[in-house]
């Protein structure tokens, strides 16, 4: 197959091979580490949480990084990014360290909330790092398999980190494992943290032309080139396209995890036994996760054979097909194969959407139109999930909301599909062909 043949040249590349294992490393730690703070703030035997407290949560953590991420840009192109990976990894060590210390007193509240936001708030130097050097150990014919892989792969791991996490707090001793597996997940950082060092510390860049400017001055060029990339996109309108529907699918995929969270939590479980609720979540993000990765090897099949944007809508009628059914049958079985149908349906769409930014955006906007991008996606998951506050019972069944769902994705697709037919510019072609700006050597 030709995948395969591709996929082996992009893995005898060394250094690509180095900057790889940093990011599974860190995310399958994170993985691990998120594990512990959901079994110790949503599936403690005292705590029988709603889809407000959901929605509270995810807008307390992902709102701030919505409003910093496209910033932090500004510092990655002034530091080496080899130290930035490094230092990111290690300098986690600190927070999770005193939230391990916190679990084991016993403390919840705004404090663990400001030490939790502080580690995250570090993982999107170091998110934004791994994005950001690709380029420099991947040749550019070979970007956009490498596009399709990193992410796809550094879900995976962090699925996996879920499962031996979950796994691990039936066996560890003690009255709170929560504790130790925070402590496994800071180690997993250090390992991480080392890995880099393997790579020059120049390998990564940034590539400097000139004297940068200061960072007051940086800080202040981003909002403007927010901007600047908002008008850019007017004019790019199969980009703006492709935008509007990882927004929609999102949305929809967002009130999907909220309702999944609850059903394994307050459903398919005693809200007393709290550890086969967390291991049948786990179970269900791992095939999630696996849906992930069919996604990441049929994607670039199928686009070598179809225009991306045909490719979405198919993935857009999958994910209304198995919510319906399966999804709507309520049964443990019926979930995980929506979990998996709807985990290819996301990370095939995001693929695309990906590609289709790249080619139908001129470089000098397509870091700010990215950053408007990594905007979308956390703001609209924050957005399904305040609605799901709303229309989501606290056990998590809801049949009208399946059925909401399943003719959101349906309608998206109709919808994207009769908008492509108007568009001029729609017209990328195959991700194969030697023509696009991605495929150059």
């Not at 889809?51 to 409003?67: D, M, Q, R, T, Y």
């Not at 001793?173 to 997993?188: F, W």
């Not at 998590?396 to 492509?420: D, E, H, M, P, Q």
Request: with cysteine; proline share 5%.
């Amino acid at each position: 197959m030709r995948f395969a043949a591709d996929l082996r040249q992009l893995l005898r590349g060394a250094r690509f091979r180095q900057l790889y294992a940093v990011r599974l490393a860190s995310q399958a730690s994170d993985g691990v580490f998120q594990v512990a703070l959901a079994s110790y703030v949503l599936f403690s035997p005292e705590e029988r949480p709603n889809a407000k407290a959901i929605a509270a949560g995810l807008a307390a953590l992902l709102l701030p990084f919505s409003v910093l991420g496209p910033f932090v840009g500004v510092f990655l192109d002034r530091w080496r990014r080899r130290q930035v990976l490094f230092l990111a990894n290690l300098v986690r060590l600190a927070p999770v360290l005193v939230i391990a210390g916190l679990i084991s007193a016993d403390v919840k509240g705004v404090g663990l909330f400001l030490v939790v936001l502080a580690a995250l708030s570090i993982n999107r130097f170091l998110l934004a790092g791994l994005s950001a050097a690709l380029p420099h150990v991947v040749p550019r014919r070979e970007l956009v398999l490498a596009n399709a892989l990193t992410p796809t792969s550094g879900t995976i791991a962090f699925t996996v980190g879920l499962g031996l996490a979950s796994a691990l707090r039936s066996v560890l001793p003690g009255p709170e494992p929560n504790a130790q597996i925070v402590l496994i997940s800071g180690a997993g950082y250090v390992g991480a943290a080392l890995l880099a060092l393997r790579m020059p510390v120049d390998l990564l860049g940034p590539d400097r032309d000139g004297r940068p400017l200061p960072v007051r001055a940086a800080l202040g060029s981003v909002a403007r080139g927010l901007a600047d990339g908002l008008r850019h996109l007017r004019e790019r309108r199969a980009a703006a396209a492709a935008l509007t529907v990882i927004a929609a699918h999102r949305f929809f995929y967002g009130l999907s995890a909220v309702s999944t969270v609850l059903l394994y939590r307050n459903y398919f479980h005693h809200s007393a036994d709290t550890d086969a609720a967390l291991s049948g979540l786990a179970f269900a993000v791992l095939v999630s996760g696996l849906g992930f990765l069919t996604a990441a090897v049929v994607t670039p099949v199928a686009t070598a054979r179809m225009a991306p944007q045909r490719w979405m809508v198919t993935l857009l009628g999958l994910g209304a097909a198995v919510e319906l059914l399966p999804g709507a049958l309520f049964t443990e079985w019926g979930v995980l194969l929506a979990a998996f149908g709807l985990g290819l349906s996301a990370q095939g769409v995001k693929i695309c959407v990906d590609t289709l930014v790249q080619l139908g955006v001129d470089d000098l906007f397509r870091g700010r139109v990215f950053s408007l991008y990594d905007v979308i996606f956390n703001v609209v998951f924050v957005a399904a999930a305040a609605a799901g506050a709303v229309v989501i019972p606290t056990d998590g069944k809801s049949y009208l909301l399946v059925v909401c769902i399943g003719i959101g994705y349906a309608a998206t697709a109709l919808v994207y599909a009769r908008a492509n037919r108007r568009l001029s510019d729609a017209t990328v072609g195959s991700l194969d062909d030697p023509a696009t700006p991605a495929r150059e050597e």
